[in-house]
């Protein structure tokens, strides 16, 4: 049985001499782990020290969306909410994207771990062992939007040349 007391919030933490202020805890830690920077058209990003909780959830409730503003929402604890319409407004590629994300997400977790080279492999032997197992590339964002609309249609021209009425 839980006691539910020891989830109480408690208004002035420490003032018993017992509670710990994990506020003050989590930003002097974050002073001293800087995260890792990268510039990618032109402008500067610095990663967080450590994986987003929120990035880790969104990744994998977002892992099949093709949504730009799925894509936003997940992005945004990592480089910044705008950072996908400003990538794709330089022209960046869906190949550039997936190295990216990849070199961002692992240099989040251990800053310095992974390369750009060593990114583009990954993605690269990604891509090939998708083919190799026959999925299809992903859609883009608003092609499934399209296919739902056309397959209603055909549906419904299908129902009205069966003769019933």
């Not at 929402?73 to 794709?88: C, E, F, H, K, Q």
Request: proline residues 7%; negative net charge; charged residues 30%.
């Amino acid at each position: 049985m839980i006691d539910e007391d020891l989830y109480e919030p408690v208004a002035d933490p420490g003032a018993d001499g017992g509670g710990e202020d994990l506020d003050a805890f989590f930003a002097e830690e974050a002073t001293r782990r800087p995260g890792h920077c990268f510039t990618l058209y032109g402008r500067e990003y610095r990663l967080p020290d450590s994986v987003p909780l929120l990035f880790t959830l969104q990744s994998e409730r977002l892992r099949d969306s093709s949504d730009p503003a799925d894509i936003r929402r997940m992005l945004a604890p990592l480089v910044g909410a705008d950072a996908l319409d400003t990538w794709a407004a330089a022209g960046m590629t869906d190949r550039q994207f997936g190295i990216t994300l990849l070199y961002a997400s692992a240099n989040t977790a251990a800053a310095g771990s992974m390369t750009l080279p060593r990114a583009a492999e990954l993605y690269d032997e990604q891509q090939a062992r998708r083919s190799a197992e026959g999925e299809a590339p992903r859609p883009a964002p608003n092609r499934a939007a399209r296919r739902a609309t056309t397959n209603t249609k055909k549906k419904k021209a299908e129902r009205g040349r069966s003769g019933t009425r």
